[in-house]
Every structure is written in structure tokens, then in C-alpha cells.
């Protein structure tokens, strides 16, 4: 479903292959393992009026980890942004922006460790609340320009479009809420991850803010960095709740991150680590496995169960044209749960497919659905759906996956369905997320301001051309299809 989606508009509105060629994103397919860092606190203390004048020097962004260290193929890829200039996100209730980047130049944080306060940053996507939320959430997702990618000569396009679209999927999406109690309960799970990473971290004698970012509904990212300057914060560590990096997830999100920070006084000088991926954390694995070792014990024979399991997918062109590593680190992450699951004895077959795609345009195969029909027609009997992408519980486990997905299960001929809750606050995993927020700490640097060559790609006129002359023929079609100018006619007036 695109309401917890960032690579569904893209292919929702054609855009995702053209633009994605010439994308800031660019990764070094060789790149198989991610890390994370994160957390701060949406409990603050009373801010100050000096807020411009943090004890320690920088802002940067890192992403070391203790358990991988492959990280060279990201200094030469941009999640800038393409220019210096402030994105506008036009969105139609507050927002916030964080910051993230990754550059060689950076200086060390001097404050002694005694003058630190600490602050983890939680990212995610956000929810609406109620089924009047859906549309303006719609709006916020669609307005995004790392979402629909247009030319410079457009730009001017990225909001009605986005109105467009939002009235045009509002419907449908509302309906799909409606089923799940008629809101996201992913503010609330957020939240209480949040109260628990802070508990999990005073066990460890560390004190720290924690803060919750949403990416297009409040709490916005920008409502936490507000929050964050006012408690006069000293190191951050950024933690977005995805376990495998994508650039329409992950991405994203700090980019927007980087564009704040890298324009106000008191956040460029601001130590920060960012937590890019942490799949592959003992941590998790253990967690997802103790989880599915579990559930399989719910089912009469638990040796004949096929684990499935069923990542958020993203249009092909992601992978193949901008080089996002999200499909190889979720078959490694898919990889290491099995062996963890197999070393305590657990050896059924598996299967991993990809869900929520939208749009016409080709997404990661194979497709969940598809894949749950095969199984059923050879014979599969037991079925325990793994949700392996997400770490909290929304639309797309709780409808799509326990409605949509169930129901053709069964119709199929698979006779006993169970699934795998997400993680939550399981204890182990929170654990393991406080583990991540104090090997982080370290790295903390101070953010670069250099433009790489992946940026300066964004300015090469031959590149624009292409991408002017695309972005023409889609607006002009867009605009004159009679179902969106009656869709302007009936809703946007």
C-alpha cells in the first residue's frame, strides 16, 4: 500500500525510471551489508535562548558499526539533494527536516564526555491518525521531490501534482485504514520504541533524549530538530527504523535531514552519527528468529511450515539504474535468519517475495501475491508469513497482509495460515537497538559540505535536456487525461 511507501509514487505516477538514471543516488552494487545508529528523545528538557552555541564543534554523519565496516562505496554517492538550496516540502501541516551526509572532511568533536547531552533521533515514515488524515498524508508523500522527480522548468508542477494524486488514491487508501480501526498505529508503536530504547539505554548508563521524526505526518522530522536545538543537544545519533537501506526509505529521510542542518549555524556544528542499515545485527537476527521459532510451534506440524516471507518491495529501476542495495541486503538478511533458525535445529523451506507494489512500472519479483498462488496450487499446506520489512505494526501487516494476503492464501488451497508479528518493543530487539546507539556514539562527526561527483552529475546539461523533455511529455499527458482534469474540477476546488 503507498500509505507507508516512498517508492510507490514514483512508479504510481511513471517518473521512477527516467529520473532515477540520473539520480543523486548512486551506489556501488558491491555494497551487501549496512549499519545503524540512532536515537533521541521526545522528552526535553526547557530549551535555552543560546542555542546557536553547542559545546561540541561539528556535525557529521557516519555510519561505522562494530559488525561492518564496508562503507566505502557511500562516499562517493550523494544524498544531498543535488543543490544547497532548501527544499521546500510544501507540506500541509508542520514540518521538519533532519540532516545526513557523508564526506571525508570532517573535525572531531572536543566536548569531554561530561559536557555531553545526548540525543537519538528516531526516523520513520508516519501515519495518518484518522481517515481525514489519509489525503493531506497522501499530499505530504507525493509533494516530496525525492519521490516525484521532476526537471527544474517544472517544479512549479511538484504541488498540483501532488494534490492530484493524493485526492486521486485517497479513496482507496481511506478504505484501507478504515479496515485496520480507521488510523496508523504507528505513531503509537514508535512511541513506546522510543520509551523503551531510553529504559534499555539507562540500563547501560546512558542518558539520553530520545526523539521521534516522521517523515510525512507529525510528529515531523522537523518538529524533533526543533526540539532538539531547544535541549541544546550535543551528539546526536540518528537511527532510522528501517532494518535494510533504501534510497526511497532511509534516503529519503536524511536527505532531508541534510538539508537542515547543512543551513543552520547551530546544527552544521552538531557531531551526529546515522545509523544507515542494521540488518545484519546479531541483535535482529536473533530477534526475527526467536520470533518465527515461536509462531512455527502455533502450527500442528511445525517441520512441513514454509517460512514465507514478504518484504516492502521498490520499483526495479531503484536497484538496477540508481544502484540502491536494498535487494541484496535483504537477501543477506534473509540468509542470515535461516542459518540462525538452522543452528537451533529449524530446517524448512523458504521463500522470499515483495509486496505493496503500485504502478505500472516493473518492482522486485517475485510478487507476493503471484508467489502465494503457486504455493497453494503445489501443494504448500502451512504457510507462516514473515513481515520481514518492517519492525512495527501498519497498514501493510495489518491489512495487506493479514486481509488481502490471507484471504488468497487460503483460497489457494494453503490451509494454515499463521504470521509473525513485528518486532515492537520485543525486548532483545530494543537491546540490540541500544547496543547500536552507544557503538555509534563514537563515530560522531561533524557534517561535509562538499559536492561529489554524484551531485555535480545532477548539473550536467545533456542529463537536464533528457530529463526536461521526459518531464514535459508526462506533465502535458497528466494534465490533459480527462480523468484528472475532472479529478481538479470535482475536488481541487
Known amino acids: 500500500m503507498e500509505a507507508a511507501s516512498l517508492s510507490g509514487v514514483l512508479s504510481h505516477t511513471n517518473l521512477s525510471g527516467s529520473n532515477l538514471r540520473n539520480s ?87 566536548a569531554h564526555a561530561a559536557e555531553e547531552k545526548l540525543g537519538v533521533l528516531l526516523l520513520n515514515l508516519g501515519g495518518p491518525e484518522t481517515l481525514n488524515d489519509v489525503q493531506p498524508f497522501l499530499y505530504n508523500l507525493f509533494a516530496d521531490p525525492d519521490i516525484i522527480r521532476l526537471p527544474r522548468l517544472f517544479k512549479f508542477l511538484q504541488r498540483p501534482l501532488a494534490k492530484l494524486i493524493s485526492v486521486l488514491r485517497a479513496p482507496k487508501s481511506k478504505e484501507g485504514y478504515a479496515a485496520i480501526g480507521g488510523g496508523s498505529p504507528l505513531r503509537k508503536i514508535t512511541d513506546e520504541q522510543a520509551d523503551a530504547l531510553r529504559m534499555a539505554l539507562e540500563a547501560k548508563n546512558v542518558c539520553a533524549n530520545i526523539y521521534v521524526g516522521m517523515r510525512y505526518w507529525y510528529p515531523f522530522t522537523e518538529e524533533a530538530i526543533e526540539q532538539i536545538k531547544r535541549d541544546r543537544i550535543t551528539k546526536l545519533v540518528v537511527l532510522p527504523l528501517y532494518p535494510q537501506f533504501s534510497i526511497s526509505t532511509t534516503g529519503s529521510s536524511v536527505r532531508v535531514l541534510q538539508s537542515i542542518f547543512r543551513e543552520d549555524a547551530y546544527l552544521s556544528r552538531l557531531p551526529v552519527s546515522v545509523i544507515l542499515s542494521w540488518y545484519q545485527r546479531q541483535g535482529y537476527i536473533r530477534s526475527m528468529a526467536d520470533l518465527i521459532e515461536k509462531e512455527l510451534g502455533r502450527f500442528p506440524k511445525p517441520e512441513e511450515v514454509m517460512i514465507f516471507f514478504s518484504a516492502h518491495g521498490v520499483p526495479v529501476s531503484y536497484v538496477e539504474d540508481a544502484g540502491d542495495p536494498y535487494k541484496d541486503q535483504m537477501e543477506e538478511c534473509i540468509c542470515l535468519i535461516m542459518q540462525e533458525l538452522k543452528a537451533r535445529g529449524i530446517g524448512n523451506d523458504h521463500k522470499l517475495a515483495y509486496q505493496s507494489r503500485v504502478g505500472p512500472v516493473q518492482w522486485l519479483k517475485p510478487y507476493t501475491d503471484e508467489v502465494l498462488v503457486e504455493l497453494g496450487q503445489k501443494g504448500v499446506k502451512s504457510l507462516l508469513a514473515v513481515p520481514i520489512s518492517f519492525v512495527s505494526e501498519h497498514i501493510e501487516t495489518l491489512e495487506e497482509i493479514d486481509m488481502e494476503y490471507k484471504d488468497l492464501a487460503l483460497e489457494s488451497g494453503i490451509e494454515n495460515w499463521g504470521r509473525v508479528p513485528a518486532l515492537g518493543c520485543t525486548s532483545s530487539f530494543i537491546t540490540d537497538l541500544a547496543d547500536a546507539v552507544v557503538e555509534a556514539l563514537p563515530s560522531a562527526k561533524a557534517m561535509s559540505t562538499s559536492r561529489d561527483t554524484a551531485e555535480e552529475a545532477e548539473y550536467d546539461p545533456l542529463n537536464y535536456l533528457v530529463k526536461l523533455f521526459r518531464g514535459s511529455i508526462l506533465a502535458f499527458i497528466l494534465l490533459l487525461t480527462p480523468k484528472v482534469l475532472l479529478a481538479f474540477r470535482n475536488h481541487l476546488f
Open 24 to 110: 543523486d543516488y548512486r551506489f556501488s552494487r558491491s555494497i551487501r551489508r549496512g549499519r545503524c545508529v540512532a536515537s533521541v528523545s521526545r522528552h526535553s528538557s526547557e530549551g535555552s535562548n543560546d542555542v546557536d552555541k553547542p559545546s561540541s564543534k561539528a556535525l557529521v554523519i557516519s555510519s561505522s558499526d562494530s559488525n561492518t565496516k564496508n562503507y566505502s562505496a557511500l562516499k562517493g554517492s550523494n544524498l544531498s539533494g543535488g543543490s544547497n538550496q532548501k527544499r521546500n516540502l510544501n507540506l500541509q501541516t508542520n514540518c521538519a527536516v533532519g540532516f545526513c551526509t557523508f564526506g571525508e572532511n570532517v573535525v572531531e568533536s572536543h
